[in-house]
């Protein structure tokens, strides 16, 4: 097999790091012989996740959108060459907690940074590396941002900023899933857990079968 990259996406409290748990649970029962890594943006290091502090706490105006790029590019870059980069030469699947299509939509398309700008921030940090299969999990701003507020890690900033925010977060994110329909699944973030796990298992399993095969 080579290595897999698998990235999640979608807007606040629309249940990634559940349905990531579940498919490291899956993956590890059916290919127990295949490496996973299981990682997150921003973070991933010890250097990136200092980084990610000073994104996720605040007050949602503490940064300017082209600094909010900036630094999520340098720890996207730190992730990318010391986790992401190694463990897929190594032919492991590795597993992200968003990637830089949060960073197109979050600081780019609603943050207002020029697009040229975000693309080639996008290109310095992460050279030719692009997920293989991205999930889009999508469900209604205001239940995904209520679903947020029952958090209690402190990392706030982003959902302060607002549910016209958040709207234009989701809006944005399934324009940018629907002009890249060769690697995005829009998975309905309402459904059952179970529902979407199998939704995500079906779609991984086609990835790992062509992989195989190739």
């Given at each position: 097999m080579n290595g897999i990259l698998i990235t999640f996406e979608g807007g606040e409290g629309s249940g990634k790091t559940t349905q990531?748990?579940?498919?490291?649970?899956?993956?590890?029962?059916?290919?127990?012989?295949?490496?996973?890594?299981v990682t997150r943006e921003p973070g991933g290091t010890e250097g990136a996740e200092l980084i990610r502090d000073l994104l996720v706490r605040g007050a949602s105006d503490r940064w300017q959108p082209i600094t909010e790029a900036l630094l999520m590019s340098a720890?996207?870059?730190?992730?990318?060459?010391?986790?992401?980069?190694?463990?897929?030469e190594r032919n492991e699947i590795v597993i992200s907690d968003r990637f830089f299509d949060s960073t197109t939509i979050y600081q780019g398309v609603v943050g207002g940074v020029?697009?040229?700008?975000?693309?080639?921030?996008?290109?310095?940090?992460?050279?030719?590396?692009?997920?293989?299969?991205?999930f889009l999990l999508d469900m209604d701003a205001k239940v995904g941002l209520a679903r947020a507020g029952n958090r209690d890690d402190g990392e706030t900033r982003f959902e302060e900023k607002g549910l016209n925010f958040h709207q234009k977060v989701r809006d944005a994110f399934l324009q940018l899933a629907h002009t890249h329909k060769d690697r995005f699944v829009i998975v309905d973030a309402t459904l059952t857990s179970s529902e979407i796990a199998q939704v995500i298992r079906s779609e991984v399993a086609q990835l790992v079968a062509t992989r195989n095969t190739t």
């Open positions: 990531i748990q579940n498919l490291v649970s899956w993956l590890e029962s059916e290919f127990i012989n295949t490496k996973l890594i720890s996207r870059h730190e992730h990318i060459k010391n986790v992401v980069e190694p463990a897929l020029d697009a040229e700008a975000v693309a080639a921030l996008t290109k310095l940090a992460c050279g030719s590396v692009v997920p293989d299969l991205t």
